[in-house]
Each structure stands twice: as structure tokens, then as C-alpha cells.
């Protein structure tokens, strides 16, 4: 029998493993790496070969995914013994990437053994687990393909590679302290200051001193510091420029996370898992760690151990250490000694490293538990590249993604293919990331590019980036594209109605979006319902300043008096009330917007929560966090207008939310000392019961929630239950995030359909 297997089979101990069952059967014959997959010949009895067939389809290798079987029945050969051929590099195909595993806890085993050649190794791996996509240099996966390729075997990894009894047998990245990689500590002058286990115990002395440590891990630098005393973050957040975002920690133990964190056991399973993700928990009341950590926040960013450094790091620290990407904000993650001295020089004061090359960046995955499943909130390490089947239809095309948390998606046989996160484009680093990566991509998948999709907005650097590629490009409205990954993410079919509600996106008719209702079906898709609009004054500064978002929307219900209300006068200064006054008056810098994040971002600013943020979202997160888990069922008026579209205004909503009266309530509330968290309740309840109206009204029975503003917990877990109390099917992300991270799955998507998601 001739066999090609097509799927995730690369680097998880495939061939090993048919050669285990090969034998197990009685058969003779050979298996293969190619650039398509895995090739194999087996021969014996019709039963034998039947057997063997079952138990390939049953019990797969851990991590790996079959897609597909062609076998053929062939005339015998005579065989003589069964073994594993040498790869075949030649084909047009390409066999899908696996993503880097978790140390297992065989390897985990020997790392903490002190009789094992391998204690204390921080190399340490086997065919279960390991580096995989940030080594690869290329398909098929063999070493020579990988950046072990420079570290020859010893006579006891060898003797493990070559023995079917060892669990390292064809364990491509196979090293030990005797044949690979090995760690130094450097200064940010790259001067040595130690290697091997000598580097370690002095990175590991610094951590304790309060300084602060670059730690070049899988896929690129973590930056290091103590969590457990204010001085060390503290001096982590000034250096990093960082003031209040919250910082991931990476716990020595599951007994460590629970004495912080309340940890269900779908969480323990997250943090256990071999994607080895951050998660979200909620924090108990009085954790060992900083306050400085993740301030006025209930949840932490917690994270285990998930490769062996970071093992025996937190081995012999013991405590809870700030592990957070090693980039500047929103920047690349940086993988090479070179970049991070020069990029992160001013901000870690020594740099433990090795000499294993990191071939692709790989940041942490960020997860949570929403509504009884994981949702993802960045894909990368663990996750991506992993693809996923397609609904069908998808056409052979390359997705740039959005501007923001940038991903991209191209097909790859009837599969769909994620990159990890890249981060934000603004960056120099980062878009150099993207177009190296972008142009690897069309030069290595097996088949031309039928289209290059990318968002609407005009000055993308991913939108200028696809007028220079050689393929027709198909600009995709940024929140139709969250509509669409949202649909794929739930392996559904129109008709729907969607939400795409977040800070801000290119709208069609030239105003920003962001709080929009789509009705979908399979030939069109139509701009349902929105919020009804009101003006930025300053425009992309009211991102930062969720003072302006308010002026916006009182300037909206009041006109000139709005800045004279005293919830505005306490936001502003006199001077910067009379120049953005002036800006309202004249129209200049004032976008017109319908988004919902900016609605978030005026209510906590009327609610004295936070006038001006650090970080993205911040006002938002500050909002959810005050409103708790609202117990009472209050809510403020709400009306559903008629949008006053038309054939010659397409772009038109059909309805529209007016939330007239909710300000002017919720204004009353705020001037009379209500306080914040009663206000967000009610807030949060009002949202949630704008969601069904619409529903109700475009009478469809699947309804898709997605966009940045459903990374809110309670605004997602309101909506859900309004909508399964109405009689509707709610649908949120999961596998894929709902902020721009999940927009080049989308653009695939929706650039593939007929009508290639033009409204």
C-alpha cells in the first residue's frame, strides 16, 4: 500500500511513530518527510495492512492533525525491513509548519534529575515537544532545514536519534549539554560576563538584586524583572515607558498561580496546555505579587513554564517574575542579540542569550475563559501557524491584515494559514517583519496569488503595502472583515446579522465606524444599523483622550453650551476648552464617528474614571472593571431610529441606535454623584438591550458578535444571555481574537465571496 498524508505530520515524531506501527503490524517497507506531507510504502497481509491503516486513523501522534489519506494498493516488492527514508525536498507543495510545543513533562522530568545528562539543560527536548516553527527554516523538517543544523550530534544524541526504543528517535532538534546550544550572559555592551550554568546562576542572582534581565527564550526576548516588590516593576515600567499596562508574570507552579488566582479547571487545562499561553485569571484578594503589576485591574496576564529556560529560571527563583515581550510598545519582538541591545539597551540591565538561532518571532499567546470556552486574544506562539479548514469556497489569496496588531492569512491547499502577531506597523521593526514575511510567503506557498486583500483605510502601511505586490488587490472595509473571521471562526454560513463594534475603522462614506450592524447573506452584505454619530474634536488624539469622546458626544445633545457642563470643565483646562471649542464651531479636525469604543471612552470620562490613558482601551477596561458583574437590571433609554437609507446613500444604516437619551440620563447621574460602577452597570445593560432591538428587527437568528469592544467580558456575557433569552444564537470569537488580530482571517474571507464584500 501507497500512502500521502497531508496535515499538521512535520515535527511531532510522524515518522517515528509509523515506524513503531509498521513493526507493531509485521510490515515492511519505508516512510518519508516531503515538502507535501508524509509519503509512505508498506507491505504484508491484506489484514496487516488494513490494521495498520485503522490505527494510523485512530491514534495519531500527539499535536499532529490528519487532513487527508490517499492510499493505492500496489503489487508486492519483497521488502526486506522497514525504514525511514531520507526526505524529499523536491514538489511544489508544502507541508504545514507545527508550532513550537511545550516541554513535556518527560523532558521536564530530566531537566530536575540530577543523575540525567541532561539536568539543569535549557535546551532540553524530545519528538513531544520543543522549538519548531521559530527554528524552521524550511519543508521538509529535518535538521539541516533548521537553525540546529550548525550543532553535530554527540555519540549519546546520536545513539538516541538512530534507537526505535528511544523517544528521541529522528528527534530533529535533538541536543544535549555536550553537542548544543549553550547559554551566556552578556552586558549592554555585548561584553560576556559568563556562560553556561554560570550564566544562569548570575542571571538568576540579578533578578533577585532587583534588576532587570533580557532573557531570550523560543521565540524571541522576555523582559525579566521580580514580581513580588514594587521597586523592581516599578523601575521595569519607567525604563520600558510603561506606565500602567499590565505586565504577564510567569509563575513557578500551579500551587503559586492559585494562592493569587481563582483558576477553573478549563483554565488549569489552558495554562497546562502544550500552546503553553498566557490566560487571563481573576486575581483573589491580596496576591504575593505587586500591585504594580496590572494596576486598578482584577485580572492578571499568568503564565507556567513552557520551555526549559524559563523552567530552571523559575526553578531557582521560586517566585512570580514580570515576564513581558522584549520590544518597545507595540513593537516586534526582538529574536537576535544585535536588535535587542539596541533596542532594549536603555532598558535591561544584562542579557541572558544563546547561540541557537531564532528563525521566526513567535510572542506569547494571550488567552482567557469566556463563557464556559477559550477565546483567544493573540494568536501566536502555540497557536500559529496552525491552520484551519476552511468553510469552503475560499480562493487561492494573500490577506494583509490591518494596521494595528497586524497579522496576515494566505491559503495554503484548502486550508487557511494565520501568521503569528506582528504587532503595530507603525513601528520600523515591525514593518520590517511584515514585508520580509509578506514576501516569503508568495515566494514559498505552492501556488500563485489569485488577490491580495487589505483593509479599506487608504494609509495603511499594509494597504500600501499590497499596491506593490503583482496581483490584484481587493480593499475589504475593516469591519466587514471582523464580521467575516468571526463567521469562519465559527465554521458558519449567512444569513446573520453581525456587530462589528470597536475604536475606530475606515468607513465607506468617508465618516469613522466602529459601532455597526451588518445583515449578511449569501450574495450581499448590507449595513444594517449603527450608532448614531457625533464629532471627534482633534481627531486620533481622542484615542488617547477620552475627555475629547465626551466633549464629542455632549456637543452632540447640547451644541456650544456642552462646554460649560461641569463634567467637561473639570476635564479640561479653560485654554484647551476654547481651541477645541473653536475646532467644533468650524468643523476642523472633527471627524464624524459612530463607534462604540468612543462611546466607552466618553462615558468613563463623564464618570471621572480616567480623562486621559496610557494605553489602548485603558478607559474602556476601567469602565468594565468598575461595572463588576451588574446585579441590577437598570438601564438607560434607549431608541431604534430609522437610518434614512436609500439605493444612492448604500452606505446609509437602515436603523439607527440613538443614544440621546441615555447621555442625558446618564449625565444626570454623573453630575449628581451616582457612582461609577452603578453608572457602567447600567451602561453595560443599556448596550446589551440595543443589541436585541436591533436583532429583533432584522429578524435573523444567528447574530455574530465581534470587533475590540467584545474583548469586554461583561459587555459579551450581557449580550449572550439578552440574546439566548430573545430566542437568538449568539456567535463571539474563539479560536481567532475579535480586535484586529483576526482581520486578515476576515479579508480572506469576505475578498473570496462573490460580491468580494463590497456592501
Known amino acids: 500500500m501507497r500512502l500521502k498524508l497531508s496535515g499538521l505530520l512535520q515535527g511531532v515524531g510522524f515518522r517515528p511513530f509509523i515506524f513503531g506501527l509498521a513493526e507493531a503490524h509485521?510490515?515492511?517497507?519505508?516512510?518519508?518527510?516531503?515538502?507535501?506531507?508524509?509519503?509512505?510504502?508498506?507491505?504484508?497481509?491484506?489484514?496487516?495492512?488494513?490494521?495498520?491503516?485503522?490505527?494510523?486513523?485512530?491514534?495519531?501522534?500527539?499535536?499532529?492533525?490528519?487532513?487527508e489519506i490517499e492510499t493505492c494498493l500496489l503489487p508486492s516488492i519483497n521488502y526486506s525491513t522497514f525504514i525511514i527514508k531520507e526526505s524529499d525536498p523536491s514538489g511544489t507543495g508544502n507541508s504545514q509548519l507545527i508550532p513550537d510545543i511545550a516541554t513535556c513533562p518527560d523532558c521536564v522530568g530530566e531537566i530536575f534529575d540530577s543523575s540525567d545528562p541532561r539536568y539543569l539543560?535549557?535546551?532540553?527536548?524530545?519528538?513531544?515537544?520543543?522549538?519548531?516553527?521559530?527554528?524552521?527554516?524550511?519543508?521538509?523538517?529535518?535538521?539541516?532545514?533548521?537553525?540546529?543544523?550548525?550543532?553535530?550530534?554527540?555519540?549519546?544524541?546520536?545513539?538516541?536519534?538512530?534507537?526505535?526504543?528511544?523517544?528521541?528517535?529522528?528527534?530533529?532538534?535533538?541536543?544535549?549539554?555536550?553537542?548544543?546550544?549553550?547559554?551566556?550572559?552578556?552586558?549592554?555592551?555585548?561584553?560576556?560576563?559568563?556562560?553556561?550554568?554560570?550564566?544562569l546562576q548570575m542571571a538568576?542572582?540579578?533578578?533577585?538584586?532587583?534588576?532587570?534581565?533580557?532573557?531570550?527564550?523560543?521565540?524571541?526576548?522576555?523582559?525579566?524583572?521580580?514580581?513580588?516588590?514594587?521597586?523592581?516593576?516599578?523601575?521595569?515600567?519607567?525604563?520600558?515607558?510603561?506606565?500602567?499596562?499590565?505586565?504577564?508574570?510567569?509563575?513557578?507552579s500551579m500551587d503559586a498561580i492559585q494562592n493569587d488566582c481563582e483558576v477553573s479547571s478549563h483554565e488549569e487545562e489552558l495554562?497546562?496546555?502544550?500552546?503553553?499561553?498566557?490566560?487571563?485569571?481573576?486575581?483573589?484578594?491580596?496576591?504575593?505579587?505587586?500591585?504594580?503589576?496590572?494596576?486598578?485591574?482584577?485580572?492578571?496576564?499568568?503564565?507556567?513554564?513552557?520551555?526549559?529556560?524559563?523552567?530552571?529560571?523559575?526553578?531557582?527563583?521560586?517566585?512570580?517574575?514580570?515576564?513581558?515581550?522584549?520590544n518597545l510598545s507595540e513593537e516586534k519582538i526582538c529574536t537576535n542579540e544585535q536588535e535587542a541591545i539596541k533596542t532594549l539597551g536603555g532598558i535591561a540591565d544584562f542579557f541572558l542569550t544563546h547561540d541557537r538561532p531564532i528563525l521566526r518571532h513567535a510572542d506569547d499567546s494571550i488567552t482567557r475563559v469566556l463563557l464556559g470556552h477559550t477565546q483567544v486574544l493573540r494568536r501566536a506562539r502555540g497557536y500559529s501557524p496552525t491552520p484551519i479548514a476552511c468553510n469552503g469556497g475560499l480562493k487561492k489569496g494573500l490577506a494583509l491584515g490591518g494596521h494595528n496588531k497586524n497579522t496576515i492569512a494566505w491559503m495554503e491547499g484548502n486550508k487557511v494559514i494565520v501568521s503569528p502577531h506582528f504587532g503595530d506597523l507603525e513601528a520600523a521593526s515591525t514593518r520590517a517583519a511584515f514585508t520580509a514575511t509578506v514576501n516569503s510567503t508568495l515566494k514559498t506557498i505552492s501556488s500563485p496569488v489569485e488577490f491580495i486583500a487589505h483593509d479599506a483605510h487608504p494609509d495603511y502601511v499594509s494597504t500600501l503595502h499590497a499596491s506593490t505586490l503583482k496581483?490584484?488587490?481587493?480593499?475589504?472595509?475593516?469591519?466587514?472583515?471582523?464580521?467575516?473571521?468571526?463567521?469562519?471562526d465559527n465554521q458558519l454560513q449567512p444569513p446573520f446579522l453581525a456587530l462589528g463594534w470597536d475604536g475606530s475603522g475606515f468607513g465607506l462614506d468617508n465618516t469613522i465606524w466602529g459601532g455597526e450592524f451588518f445583515h449578511v447573506t449569501e450574495k450581499q452584505i448590507k449595513r444594517f444599523g449603527s450608532f448614531k454619530t457625533f464629532k471627534l474634536p482633534g481627531g486620533s488624539q481622542a484615542v488617547k483622550e477620552p475627555r475629547r469622546s465626551?466633549?464629542?458626544?455632549?456637543?452632540?445633545?447640547?451644541?456650544?453650551?456642552?462646554?460649560?457642563?461641569?463634567?467637561?470643565?473639570?476635564?479640561?483646562?479653560?485654554?484647551?476648552?476654547?481651541?477645541?471649542?473653536?475646532?467644533?464651531?468650524?468643523?476642523?479636525?472633527?471627524?464624524?464617528?459612530?463607534?462604540?469604543?468612543?462611546?466607552?471612552?466618553?462615558?468613563?470620562s463623564l464618570s471621572d474614571l480616567r480623562q486621559v490613558v496610557s494605553y489602548e482601551g485603558q478607559s474602556a477596561m476601567l469602565l468594565e472593571f468598575a461595572s463588576g458583574t451588574p446585579s441590577s437590571k437598570k438601564m438607560y433609554p434607549i431608541k431604534i431610529l430609522d437610518g434614512k437609507y436609500t439605493p444612492k446613500n448604500r452606505f446609509a444604516p437602515r436603523v439607527v441606535i440613538d443614544w440621546s437619551g441615555m447621555m442625558e440620563e446618564l449625565l444626570e447621574d454623573c453630575t449628581s454623584g451616582v457612582p461609577p460602577g452603578v453608572v457602567s452597570g447600567k451602561f453595560h445593560n443599556t448596550l446589551a438591550e440595543a443589541v436585541v432591538l436591533v436583532a429583533k428587527q432584522a429578524e435573523e437568528d444567528n447574530v455574530l458578535l465581534t470587533g475590540g469592544c467584545f474583548q469586554n467580558r461583561v459587555l459579551t456575557e450581557l449580550a449572550v444571555e439578552?440574546?439566548?433569552?430573545?430566542?437568538?444564537?449568539?456567535?463571539?470569537?474563539?479560536?481567532?481574537?475579535?480586535?484586529?488580530?483576526?482581520?486578515?482571517?476576515?479579508?480572506?474571507?469576505?475578498?473570496?465571496?462573490?460580491?468580494?464584500?463590497?456592501?
Open 26 to 67: 509485521s510490515l515492511k517497507g519505508w516512510v518519508q518527510n516531503t515538502r507535501e506531507g508524509i509519503a509512505i510504502e508498506i507491505e504484508g497481509s491484506e489484514k496487516s495492512l488494513g490494521d495498520f491503516l485503522n490505527s494510523l486513523k485512530e491514534n495519531p501522534p500527539p499535536h499532529s492533525k490528519i487532513d
Open 121 to 199: 539543560y535549557p535546551f532540553t527536548n524530545c519528538t513531544k515537544c520543543g522549538p519548531r516553527y521559530t527554528v524552521t527554516e524550511s519543508i521538509p523538517f529535518d535538521r539541516a532545514c533548521t537553525s540546529m543544523k550548525q550543532f553535530s550530534m554527540c555519540s549519546l544524541c546520536e545513539w538516541e536519534y538512530t534507537d526505535p526504543e528511544n523517544r528521541r528517535f529522528h528527534a530533529q532538534t535533538n541536543c544535549c549539554p555536550e553537542c548544543g546550544p549553550q547559554l551566556k550572559i552578556i552586558n549592554s555592551a555585548g561584553e560576556s560576563l559568563g556562560d553556561k550554568h554560570k550564566a
Open 204 to 252: 538568576v542572582e540579578f533578578l533577585i538584586q532587583g534588576k532587570v534581565i533580557a532573557v531570550k527564550g523560543i521565540g524571541g526576548f522576555h523582559l525579566m524583572a521580580q514580581a513580588t516588590t514594587d521597586a523592581a516593576v516599578l523601575l521595569l515600567r519607567k525604563r520600558k515607558h510603561r506606565d500602567e499596562k499590565p505586565f504577564a508574570v510567569l509563575y513557578p
Open 271 to 326: 495554562l497546562k496546555s502544550f500552546q503553553g499561553p498566557i490566560v487571563l485569571l481573576k486575581r483573589k484578594g491580596d496576591p504575593v505579587i505587586s500591585k504594580q503589576v496590572a494596576p486598578e485591574n482584577p485580572y492578571l496576564g499568568v503564565m507556567l513554564p513552557s520551555n526549559p529556560l524559563h523552567h530552571v529560571l523559575s526553578h531557582f527563583m521560586d517566585t512570580p517574575i514580570v515576564c513581558t515581550s522584549g
Open 471 to 488: 496581483a490584484p488587490t481587493i480593499p475589504i472595509q475593516h469591519h466587514v472583515a471582523h464580521v467575516f473571521s468571526c463567521m469562519e
Open 550 to 604: 465626551a466633549l464629542g458626544v455632549l456637543y452632540e445633545i447640547l451644541g456650544g453650551e456642552s462646554i460649560h457642563h461641569p463634567l467637561i470643565q473639570r476635564a479640561f483646562e479653560p485654554r484647551e476648552l476654547k481651541n477645541l471649542s473653536s475646532l467644533l464651531k468650524n468643523n476642523l479636525n472633527c471627524p464624524i464617528t459612530s463607534s462604540c469604543g468612543r462611546l466607552f471612552d466618553a462615558v468613563a
Open 722 to 759: 439578552k440574546l439566548r433569552e430573545s430566542g437568538f444564537n449568539p456567535y463571539w470569537q474563539r479560536g481567532f481574537p475579535p480586535n484586529d488580530g483576526g482581520l486578515s482571517l476576515g479579508q480572506l474571507v469576505a475578498a473570496s465571496r462573490p460580491d468580494k464584500g463590497m456592501l
